[in-house]
């Protein structure tokens, strides 16, 4: 994986006049547009298209230095990056490289699932990587206290329990874009859905499950972004569509602390 986000990288370089044919791209390089762009927004810690834009403010800034292209010319592309996105950085050009630690092993298994349904309450709220997402916390609580009991009964299959589920997010997302948060759980395929509860349709497939115990959300977010610059370069799987599924284990009475699992769909690399 690496090695795919470097030639990727330099393919950015290659093609900074023109837009980059990222399906294309991913395919050649043995992976898919999805997770090609989900490692490198965890990895590089921005959006492939904030980096490819930064890139290109870079180079036509250095064009004016040496000289080496019309004022004009260089103006207009300027001006394309803003008007597609800011705010512009200089960027240099990115070098991915593994670091492996060892130290600290992942606890993570692999399954396979049938097809399942999610269901619950769902709301449209930002992306937050880092701390609480008061968004998410004000949906829960306009629940009444017995309808997280509803909820919980309804639960026949796995993941087990009450659900934390995002979904509906661009592979690349920035922070402040929007995604589906539901509120739910777990129902086999077959399961009636009650008509005051959405419902989220899961295909069959593969599921990579890392167990998380520490400070919440600290510790869940540590192991969120471990998979990118952990397990997934070191195992043979990728992302695939789909959401990503947080069950509570245990938790502490005030929730500074909990055992968590984070579920995320995947397929062979």
């Not at 290659?14 to 837009?19: D, N, P, V």
């Not at 709220?125 to 017995?146: D, E, F």
């Not at 309808?147 to 009964?153: M, P, T």
């Not at 998979?227 to 009475?253: V, Y």
């Amino acid at each position: 994986m690496i090695s795919a986000l470097n030639q990727l990288v330099a393919l950015v370089e290659e093609h900074l006049a023109e837009e980059l044919d990222m399906k294309a791209s991913a395919t050649a390089l043995g992976t898919t547009e999805y997770h090609l762009r989900r490692m490198f927004s965890s990895l590089a810690g921005m959006p492939l298209s904030e980096y490819v834009r930064r890139r290109r403010m870079t180079v036509a800034a250095a064009d004016v230095v040496r000289g080496e292209d019309d004022l004009l010319s260089i103006a207009v592309r300027p001006r394309a990056v803003r008007r597609d996105g800011g705010p512009l950085r200089t960027q240099p050009q990115l070098r991915f490289r593994l670091t492996v630690e060892g130290s600290t092993p992942m606890d993570t298994r692999v399954i396979e699932r049938p097809a399942f349904r999610l269901i619950g309450h769902a709301a449209r709220v930002p992306l937050i990587y880092q701390g609480i997402n008061p968004h998410i916390q004000q949906h829960i609580a306009t629940l009444p206290q017995q309808e997280h009991a509803r909820l919980k009964a309804l639960s026949n299959t796995e993941p087990a329990g009450l659900l934390a589920v995002s979904d509906d997010l661009a592979p690349d997302a920035p922070e402040g874009s929007e995604l589906t948060y539901l509120h739910g759980v777990a129902v086999t395929q077959d399961t009636p859905v009650p008509d005051d509860l959405d419902a989220i349709g899961i295909p069959a497939g593969r599921w990579a499950i890392f167990h998380s115990a520490g400070p919440y959300p600290q510790a869940l977010q540590a192991t969120w972004a471990a998979t990118a610059t952990e397990w997934f370069p070191a195992n043979p799987w990728r992302l695939r569509p789909g959401p990503s599924i947080l069950t509570i284990l245990e938790r502490a009475e005030d929730f500074t602390t909990a055992t968590c699992e984070l579920w995320l769909p995947v397929e062979p690399a």
